[in-house]
């Protein structure tokens, strides 16, 4: 009878950040491995340009790993790391405001999607880009990520009625967003009165 090499035991994401903290070189890429397409994806629908979502992912796991023995374990691993990648991607935005504003091109801000709705894909990233970064954060956490309000709130370090506020904000921003781009193929920012 042969023995299959068995497979290594699967450890936590807070076994793994522990393990990270105590001093194993692997612990940590690890984590990051394992969590690295969903926070990439969130990095991306935050940031402007996927240059601007790797450097801020790049960042964020910069300051997850020398920040890592602060974690309080109040939380989920995966909600800690949100947060940061996504305060990463803010501070980033903040830091680039003063530069002239990136134009949107028709190619750039594609999605990889292989269903038959990449059209629908593309015109709804388009109109989160148009979102104010706080705005959008909060959107696509609660009705993107699926996470609660409190949740979110908790992610974003602001109270639950800001998080409520700024997701209706940017539902409203969207719904007429999307709706001109429906009527007119496309449509210039200055034409949606936000």
């Not at 940017?170 to 936000?194: M, N, W």
């Amino acid at each position: 009878m042969v023995q299959g090499v068995l497979a290594a035991p699967q450890h936590s994401d807070a076994e793994l950040l522990a393990a990270h903290v105590a001093g194993d070189p692997s612990a940590f890429e690890q984590l990051f491995r394992r969590h690295h397409r969903r926070l990439y994806r969130l990095a991306r629908a935050t940031s402007r340009t996927p240059e601007d979502a790797a450097d801020a992912l790049q960042e964020a796991m910069l300051s997850a790993h020398r920040g890592a023995a602060n974690f309080r374990n109040d939380a989920a691993v995966t909600s800690w790391l949100y947060r940061i990648v996504v305060n990463a991607c803010l501070d980033r935005m903040r830091r680039n405001k003063a530069h002239s504003p990136i134009e949107l091109e028709e190619d750039v801000y594609t999605l990889e999607d292989p269903s038959t709705n990449v059209d629908t894909s593309i015109v709804i990233q388009k109109a989160l880009l148009r979102l104010p970064a706080e705005q959008r954060a909060a959107v696509i956490a609660v009705d993107m990520q699926g996470y609660s309000v409190a949740d979110a709130a908790e992610l974003l370090g602001v109270p639950e009625g800001t998080v409520k506020s700024r997701c209706a904000r940017a539902r409203a921003r969207l719904a007429v967003a999307l709706h001109y781009l429906d009527k007119a193929g496309s449509v210039e920012p200055e034409t949606i009165d936000y």
